[in-house]
């Protein structure tokens, strides 16, 4: 979901014969390698979405910053801030709330999964691991981003986001038009957001903003 502007670069014909599920991965595994992780995908305000059909599946990943979720970055500091963060998984969790389809797909959320590194589970007792439909709750795999403070003990500037993943089922995935996106009602902080589309005929990209909503197809 990282890397310099989906809009502007084009797959190669090889990527075109893979199974769009397994380009929806690649297209993850090249943004988290590339340059465009620590600069431009994590400009306050912008968020990002990976969307994808293939049979009768939708796939959708969504990525942003924690400002833009809770309106801060650090390890939480007080009770409050700590509920915040809970708020907003719970929140994620409801993919069916967020991303809204019409009805002739016959569409049903199957799994969601939500991942945020902005707390450490095991010192600060927050939910902000692999999150399931089903409730279930796993902790953090890792705390790579720990706080790091200077010489005066200052905490230093630090960037935490929060990731989801959904996947969903659709009877009739043809009748699949439109999906209106509630991203923008859920979470004000998020004022822009880049999405890359894939299907099994076409890749293009497309820019929501708090007046345009809604992904076409």
């Given at each position: 979901?990282?890397?310099?502007?989906?809009?502007?670069?084009?797959?190669?014909?090889?990527?075109?014969?893979?199974?769009?599920?397994?380009?929806?991965?690649?297209?993850?595994?090249?943004a988290?390698?590339?340059?465009?992780?620590?600069?431009?995908?994590?400009?306050?305000?912008?968020?990002?979405?990976?969307?994808?059909?293939?049979?009768?599946?939708?796939?959708?990943?969504?990525?942003?910053?924690?400002?833009?979720?809770?309106?801060?970055?650090?390890?939480?500091?007080?009770?409050?801030?700590?509920?915040?963060?809970?708020?907003?998984?719970?929140?994620?969790?409801?993919?069916?709330?967020?991303?809204?389809?019409?009805?002739?797909?016959?569409?049903?959320?199957?799994?969601?999964?939500?991942?945020?590194?902005?707390?450490?589970?095991?010192?600060?007792?927050?939910?902000?691991?692999?999150?399931?439909?089903?409730?279930?709750?796993?902790?953090?795999?890792?705390?790579?981003?720990?706080?790091?403070?200077?010489?005066?003990?200052?905490?230093?500037?630090?960037?935490?986001?929060?990731?989801?993943?959904?996947?969903?089922?659709?009877?009739?995935?043809?009748?699949?038009s439109?999906?209106?996106?509630?991203?923008?009602?859920?979470?004000?902080?998020?004022?822009?957001?880049?999405?890359?589309?894939?299907?099994?005929?076409?890749q293009?990209?497309?820019?929501?903003?708090?007046?345009?909503?809604?992904?076409?197809?």
């Amino acid at each position: 979901m990282y890397w310099r502007r989906w809009g502007k670069i084009m797959f190669r014909s090889t990527i075109y014969s893979l199974p769009v599920a397994m380009v929806l991965i690649l297209l993850s595994a090249m943004a988290q390698a590339g340059e465009y992780r620590r600069h431009e995908a994590h400009a306050h305000g912008v968020a990002h979405l990976n969307v994808a059909i293939e049979g009768n599946r939708l796939y959708i990943e969504f990525s942003s910053p924690a400002a833009n979720i809770v309106g801060f970055e650090h390890r939480p500091r007080t009770q409050d801030q700590k509920g915040a963060i809970q708020a907003a998984i719970q929140k994620l969790k409801k993919g069916d709330k967020l991303f809204v389809l019409p009805p002739g797909p016959r569409s049903q959320l199957e799994t969601a999964e939500v991942d945020t590194d902005i707390d450490d589970h095991d010192s600060h007792g927050t939910d902000s691991g692999h999150v399931r439909k089903d409730n279930d709750h796993h902790a953090s795999e890792d705390s790579h981003d720990k706080d790091h403070h200077d010489a005066d003990g200052h905490e230093n500037e630090r960037h935490s986001e929060f990731k989801a993943k959904y996947q969903f089922s659709c009877d009739n995935p043809k009748a699949l038009s439109h999906i209106q996106v509630k991203l923008f009602q859920a979470f004000p902080g998020i004022e822009h957001i880049e999405v890359q589309l894939v299907t099994e005929q076409r890749q293009t990209a497309q820019d929501l903003t708090q007046k345009e909503k809604t992904i076409r197809f």
